[in-house]
């Protein structure tokens, strides 16, 4: 069976500067990554995943996530947020055409 | 761009009593799945359906669970008998590929 673990569940950040939201996963076998979004009071949005290929992924939004096999690690990135990423962040992961196990999630606050 | 859309948005509901909760998903998708996120907790799988039958499902899912695809264009989770602790927003997603979901923006059920 698979895990994930996010390790901050609130990230206060101001606008404009960069920010990294770290997702840990643990899996026997290849792994799916991917990350969605939360806004307040709607579902989950994708924001970006990776299936195989280049271990840089970019998402919507200006978002980005590296792989790192050897780490486990599949961190979301961002050089400069806006008050509109407020959100939860949530890292998932699958093993092939298998159900999503998610992590318990981070709340992005962007504060002017 | 398609959407997956679930109705209601909230429902309401006395302990004991059924619910049905209602998706559409994606067009020409083939793979349907319910999650559910119970408040401040983890988004967790329940459920997945292909080919008309459950290919996965979870240890939350048990008999009072059940899903259907009665027709090409809905997909529902039925409660037989509500408890308390069913509170949760319940979230459907569709996959063309069973790589990707694509989520709803979920429906809020409250048992009282």
């Known amino acids: 069976a698979q895990s994930v673990t996010q390790l901050d569940s609130q990230v206060p950040v101001f606008e404009e500067a960069p920010v990294e939201l770290r997702c840990n996963y643990s899996?026997?076998?290849?792994?799916?990554l991917f990350w969605y979004v939360q806004y307040p009071n709607q579902g989950l949005q994708l924001l970006l995943k990776y299936l195989s290929g280049s271990t840089l992924v970019k998402g919507i939004n200006g978002f980005e996530a590296e792989f790192n096999k050897s780490q486990t690690s599949f961190h979301l990135r961002k050089p400069s947020v806006h008050i509109s990423d407020t959100a939860e962040y949530f890292c998932?992961?699958?093993?092939?055409?298998?159900?999503?196990?998610f992590g318990s999630g981070t709340r992005l606050q962007v504060q002017p | 761009e398609p959407e997956v859309t679930q109705t209601p948005s909230h429902q309401v509901t006395q302990m004991g009593q059924e619910v049905i909760l209602r998706c559409v998903p994606i067009s020409n998708h083939l793979y349907f799945y319910w999650y559910r996120q119970i408040l401040g907790q983890k988004v967790e799988f329940l459920v997945s359906?292909?080919?008309?039958?459950?290919?996965?499902k979870s240890e939350i899912f048990d008999d009072q669970f059940s899903v259907e695809r009665p027709d090409g264009s809905n997909f529902t989770l039925k409660i037989r008998s509500t408890k308390l602790e069913d509170s949760a927003m319940y979230f459907c997603?569709?996959?063309?590929?069973?790589?990707?979901?694509?989520f709803g923006p979920g429906t809020r059920l409250l048992v009282l």
């Open positions: 899996s026997s076998v290849s792994v799916y």
């Open positions: 998932a992961v699958s093993t092939g055409r298998r159900a999503l196990t």
């Open positions: 997603a569709s996959s063309w590929t069973a790589e990707t979901q694509y």
């Open positions: 359906f292909y080919n008309n039958e459950i290919s996965e």
